[in-house]
């Protein structure tokens, strides 16, 4: 499970840092790439219902093979058959993506899988630099064939660790993805995600035509190492104290980061703050919104829906080419960023009112534990001075 999760989406990470290569064309080929990914992982979703996980996996993989090897030919195509090729790639990250995520809840307990989830994430954020090291040594025939023997070892690993395959759910259960949408607790979660997604685009489409070219580059060095830890801590504090708090101090803590930008947009330590800050919150916010709610939100028989659906936010928003969002000539960074931090304490609203998808008796046993523990080391320092 953790193999399989790691393997995909260090490929997919791979694929977008070869994608990169296409200079010219980057925005387009990169949407065609994701349009593709929503089209295929709904598909795959519903085509899910009737086939077995471990065959549609099994697909998944092999044509995430032979994709990776038609890179190769790109050079020597035209931009049409280029734009076919990342479709098919788009359909190789999509299409299994809904199974991979369902068997990830069909194969933790609600009370463990905010830990794993947080390892897979913080697995695959330590890998993205050596890996990038990695595609950024060689050529693009090259690249093809290693993206291809990557994800031959995910496909390998799966056919000989021989996963359980999961007993199929009664008929009550299967649900249709417009039904997922009837499920107010989802609704509720859902909406804030949303308002992320627009607010994190938007946002960094602003930055990067704001700040100076350092800060920008210290995003994609220095914050994915903050967002990796800070996916870890959530991940732990999510099976701790609950899902519903994390993501509350999340967006709490990223609108007070927004509502410090807007006030001293041109104060070098108000954006270091907001670095920081901005990084710890995207991590906790990804892991819980991508990984672990959906799963304790659907019972089995319908996580691939409520994965694929509750995940669009977030393709959409890889989906838009920041050149199509010019706000720093639209709208004066006080007021864009003023106007982030009202949407995002907005979003809490919706927060206010879901239910919180881990058992109150789980977070309860869980402090108790934590106060018996803490009553023996007070009784054995006691003891001591004794």
């Not at 393997?7 to 349009?35: C, H, I, K, P, S």
């Not at 995003?219 to 708090?245: N, Q, W």
């Not at 995002?344 to 523990?373: C, D, H, N, S, W």
Request: proline letters at 5%.
């Amino acid at each position: 499970m953790v193999i399989l999760l790691f393997n995909a989406f260090t490929w997919y990470y791979m694929m977008l840092m070869v994608m990169e290569g296409f200079t010219v064309y980057f925005d387009a080929f990169r949407t065609v790439f994701y349009l593709a990914a929503i089209g295929s992982s709904l598909a795959g979703a519903v085509l899910s219902e009737g086939t077995k996980r471990s065959h549609v996996l099994r697909i998944w993989m092999g044509l995430g093979i032979a994709s990776s090897l038609q890179l190769a030919l790109t050079p020597s195509l035209t931009t049409g058959y280029i734009s076919l090729v990342f479709i098919i790639l788009g359909i190789s990250f999509g299409l299994g993506m809904p199974s991979c995520l369902a068997y990830l809840a069909d194969n933790t307990s609600v009370e463990n899988r905010g830990r794993i989830s947080a390892l897979i994430f913080l697995l695959v954020n330590l890998s993205a630099f050596p890996l990038a090291m990695l595609i950024s040594t060689f050529s693009l025939a090259v690249n093809s064939v290693i993206l291809a023997m990557w994800r031959s070892l995910g496909l390998v690993a799966f056919v000989f660790l021989k996963p359980p395959e999961t007993a199929s759910a009664p008929a009550h259960k299967h649900s249709s993805l417009a039904a997922v949408f009837q499920d107010k607790s989802f609704t509720l979660y859902l909406i804030p995600w949303l308002m992320f997604s627009i607010i994190d685009a938007l946002e960094k489409a602003l930055t990067k035509n704001l700040v100076p070219p350092e800060f920008y580059g210290l995003r994609f060095t220095v914050a994915p190492i903050i967002a990796s830890f800070s996916m870890l801590i959530g991940g732990l504090l999510s099976d701790r104290i609950g899902r519903k708090r994390v993501v509350t101090y999340g967006f709490v803590s990223l609108g007070v980061a927004y509502a410090i930008i807007g006030t001293a947009p041109k104060l070098p330590t108000a954006w270091n703050l907001y670095l920081i800050v901005d990084a710890v919150a995207t991590g906790i916010l990804w892991t819980t919104f991508i990984l672990i709610l959906w799963g304790d939100l659907s019972a089995e028989g319908s996580r691939e829906k409520y994965y694929v659906v509750g995940n669009i936010p977030f393709l959409v928003n890889a989906a838009i080419p920041l050149s199509l969002m010019p706000l720093s000539s639209l709208l004066p960074a006080e007021t864009a960023f003023s106007l982030a931090s009202f949407f995002l304490f907005l979003a809490v609203i919706p927060l206010m009112y879901a239910p919180e998808t881990l058992p109150q008796k789980k977070i309860e046993l869980r402090r108790l534990k934590g106060y018996v523990e803490h009553a023996k080391k007070l009784a054995g320092k006691y003891g001591e001075k004794r």
